[in-house]
């Protein structure tokens, strides 16, 4: 059975933390090689949303308010590369996120080769490029 799900981190169960923060790393510290304490505590505030497909969390993506109306989405992937899961995984995340959240901006760091990604739902770059974790980002907002 596949499914998206969005939860706080009280909804989620033990068995579907393991598979995020699983996801995660196989992600940002095998596949990306990013050395990072991954869990920073903005989980216990945030909305988690993923799609499971058979108990395995294969899409992510976690949002929290950094500040009145405005709302940080990160740890955004997907392990199903090329099948379009991220874009839906970004679609449902979106539409859950104005839905729980009513923000007037959605602000992401995101990496630069996934600027295009984020382009195509409406994101704007609104920064320089910068490092962070060894990797080049830009600062891309989305006016909801």
């Given at each position: 059975?596949?499914?998206?799900?969005?939860?706080?981190?009280?909804?989620?169960?033990?068995?579907?933390?393991?598979?995020?923060?699983?996801?995660?790393?196989?992600?940002?510290?095998?596949?990306?090689?990013?050395?990072?304490?991954?869990m920073d505590d903005k989980d216990y505030d945030s909305l988690h949303v993923y799609?499971?497909?058979?108990?395995?969390?294969?899409?992510?993506?976690?949002?929290?308010?950094?500040?009145?109306?405005?709302?940080?989405?990160?740890?955004?992937?997907?392990?199903?590369?090329?099948?379009?899961?991220?874009?839906k995984l970004l679609r449902y995340g979106l539409e859950e996120i104005r839905q729980k959240f009513?923000?007037?901006?959605?602000?992401?760091?995101?990496?630069?080769?996934?600027?295009?990604?984020?382009?195509?739902?409406?994101?704007?770059?609104?920064?320089?490029?910068?490092?962070?974790?060894?990797?080049?980002?830009?600062?891309?907002?989305?006016?909801?």
């Amino acid at each position: 059975m596949s499914m998206f799900a969005a939860k706080t981190f009280e909804e989620l169960t033990t068995r579907e933390i393991y598979e995020i923060l699983k996801a995660r790393a196989a992600v940002f510290v095998v596949e990306q090689n990013i050395v990072y304490q991954d869990m920073d505590d903005k989980d216990y505030d945030s909305l988690h949303v993923y799609f499971e497909e058979d108990g395995k969390v294969t899409a992510y993506l976690r949002a929290f308010e950094t500040e009145p109306d405005v709302v940080r989405m990160g740890r955004v992937l997907t392990l199903q590369h090329g099948q379009g899961l991220g874009g839906k995984l970004l679609r449902y995340g979106l539409e859950e996120i104005r839905q729980k959240f009513s923000p007037k901006i959605i602000a992401i760091d995101s990496q630069c080769h996934a600027i295009g990604f984020y382009e195509k739902s409406g994101f704007k770059v609104c920064s320089e490029e910068f490092l962070e974790e060894g990797i080049m980002h830009v600062k891309m907002e989305l006016e909801v």
